[in-house]
Each structure stands twice: as structure tokens, then as C-alpha cells.
């Protein structure tokens, strides 16, 4: 279902294919006026595809999957993976496996990959990014990992937390060009794609 963002929304360019909130709010700060369109993919990894591989064809894929609804426009693809001793590790799901994570993670460096797509169906092109960023985990005790995963239920941010919220009280240090890509939509990258397409947040001519 389409959910307009602004009553400017049935002219606008720009199509965010997603149904984060978190990246309504990402997007919202570029004070552009955009629509929301939930793609609806299988997320599955492929057989042998590195985590660099997956988000970029899955942030492409979420684009692609809406493009028929917007012949017209420039629509916003992303996803996002945490990668830690060669797993790739998405969105947990349930408290336990949440809980599993974040003590795996303890004291820990995990490296966060974003992807992020933006198609243009006016001139049938597209730019694919992939943004790195790692995070290192505070030793975290059994209580404070149970106390935070029953207060914010990060089941469905990847890497089990939500670096917006309470999440910022697990981790010793940020390491990376964009923080808003921990939570989901590197704005740095997608400014410099946008301006590409001609929609420059700024309106420079």
C-alpha cells in the first residue's frame, strides 16, 4: 500500500521502498517529499554470496520490485546485514536469538554492511552503493543483555539492537563514516546519489 508522506506526495520523484519507520525518519531529515512503498522479496542468501554481495542485490531488488508503480521516478532501495566470524547475521526475530547475538557480540568488534540502491525509471539507470560501518560491543553482562532485549525488542533491526534508542548504552565505540547507516539508510551516500539524479536535498541548481 502507498502511504504518501506529505500532501505533496502524489507529485513527488522520490520513492523510499520500504516499511522501516526508522528509515521514514532517516529520510524525513532531507526535507524532501517522498512516498513509501513496501517491496515484498525473498531475502534469502544465495548459495556462496559474500554479505557485500547480498545487500547490494538486495537493496536493488526492493527498488526493482516497485518500479512498475513508479514509471517515473527515482525509487530508494536498502538492506542491511551485520557480518561477525563469517556469519551474516539479519534481523533476529524472536528474544532469544536477539539475546544470542548480543552475548556472542560482547566485547566484540561486528562490521554492519548497508546497501543502498537508488533506481531512476525516468532514464531506466541506477547506482548501488555498499556502506561499511563497525561497532565495538562494551563486555555486557547476562543481566544487561536481558534487561535491554525486554525493554527495546530489537527483533527487527539486524544485529539485534537500535543504535537510535537505548541501544547506544551497548556499544564502546562507533567507527564509520555515516552512523545513520546503522540504523538503516546511509544518508551521506544517498545525498551524493540524489544530487546524480538531479534531486539535490539542497536545491542547487
Known amino acids: 500500500m502507498t ?33 513509501c512503498y513496501s517491496p ?25 520490485a516497485v518500479a512498475h508503480h513508479f514509471p517515473h521516478h527515482c525509487i530508494i532501495g536498502s538492506d ?10 539479519g534481523k533476529p526475530h524472536t528474544e532469544a536469538k536477539a539475546r544470542a547475538n548480543l552475548s556472542r557480540f560482547s566485547g ?6 548497508t546497501g543502498l540502491a537508488l533506481l531512476d525509471t525516468r532514464h531506466q539507470r541506477h547506482q548501488v552503493h555498499v556502506e561499511p560501518f563497525e561497532v565495538v560491543f562494551r563486555h555486557l553482562s ?4 536481558e534487561n535491554y532485549v525486554a525493554k ?16 547506544i548504552a551497548l556499544f564502546e565505540k562507533l567507527e564509520g563514516r555515516d552512523p545513520n547507516a546503522l540504523v538503516g539508510l546511509p544518508l551521506i551516500a544517498l545525498c551524493d546519489m540524489l544530487r546524480q539524479a538531479g534531486l539535490d536535498p539542497l536545491g542547487a541548481s
Open 3 to 35: 502511504e504518501p508522506s506529505s500532501s505533496q506526495a502524489s507529485t513527488t520523484e522520490l520513492v523510499l521502498a520500504s516499511s522501516s519507520r526508522w528509515r521514514r525518519k532517516l529520510l524525513d531529515r532531507l526535507q524532501l517529499p517522498y512516498q
Open 40 to 64: 515484498n522479496i525473498d531475502e534469502t542468501p544465495h548459495s556462496g554470496e559474500t554479505p557485500h554481495a547480498l545487500v547490494h542485490r538486495l537493496a536493488l531488488s526492493k527498488a526493482n
Open 80 to 89: 542491511q546485514v551485520a557480518v561477525f566470524e563469517g556469519d551474516i547475521l
Open 108 to 113: 566484540q568488534r561486528v562490521t554492519f554492511l
Open 142 to 145: 547476562t543481566q544487561e543483555i
Open 152 to 167: 527495546e525488542q530489537p527483533l527487527d533491526s539486524a544485529g539485534s539492537f537500535r543504535m537510535e534508542g537505548l541501544g
